[in-house]
Each structure stands twice: as C-alpha cells, then as structure tokens.
C-alpha cells in the first residue's frame, strides 16, 4: 500500500512533506521549492490536497495545490498516482499546471505553463 504522508523529493531536489493524511483523503504539507520563477533560493509553500482511496490491488490517485507563498504571485495545480514497485520503492508520477497573475485578460494567454 502506497503511503502519501512523509517527506518526497523530486528529480530538481525539491521537498515536500505531507503531515497529515485523514481517514477522508484530505492532506495538507509543505512544498520547498529548489525551482523558483524569480531564479532566488528555496521557499517553503503551503499545499492542500486530497488522495482518492483505490479499490482493491490499486493505487491511490491525488491532487494538491500549492500557493507560492511569498516569493511568487502564482499557483500550481499537481495531480498524480502513487506506485510501489515490487522492491517497495514508493514512488508518485504527476503532472502539474502553473497559473501565474497577469495584468490584464490580454495577457491571459502567457498565464499558464
């Protein structure tokens, strides 16, 4: 059974910690980020998500949002699914969107990456 709770680090070295996992699937954690817009050092950001409970021999699937608290007006939306693979190496594969503020609805097609 894959567990989200506890500390991950991605391919860019950044961390995230998920402290709390209730029995509902809402989960709330920490994301430092080594990948910053403003090219600056790690930031610590708060993210809340929630996993979807698999059926029976699956995998949970979840989604997370994480507010870049402070260095960034921007927000990134992950989505993903957890894997353990038959060593017991826990592993998540996600897909994220970033939506950063723009000035205008004549910028909007730059907002998104």
């Not at 708060?46 to 996993?51: R, T």
């Not at 021999?57 to 992950?78: E, I, L, Y």
């Not at 826990?90 to 907002?111: F, I, P, Q």
């Amino acid at each position: 059974q894959c567990q989200l709770s506890g500390l991950w680090r991605n391919e860019q070295d950044s961390l995230m910690e998920i402290s709390t996992l209730r029995d509902n699937g809402d989960f709330q954690g920490k994301y430092l980020t080594r990948v910053t817009l403003s090219g600056g050092c790690a930031h610590v950001s708060p993210l809340k998500g929630i996993q979807q409970q698999p059926g029976e021999g699956g995998w949970p699937t979840f989604a997370f949002t994480v507010r870049w608290d402070k260095f960034s007006n921007a927000t990134t939306a992950f989505t993903g699914q957890c894997f353990v693979d038959s060593g017991g190496k826990e592993t998540l594969t996600t897909m994220w969107l970033l939506r950063e503020a723009v000035g205008s609805l004549k910028e909007d097609w730059k907002a998104t990456r």
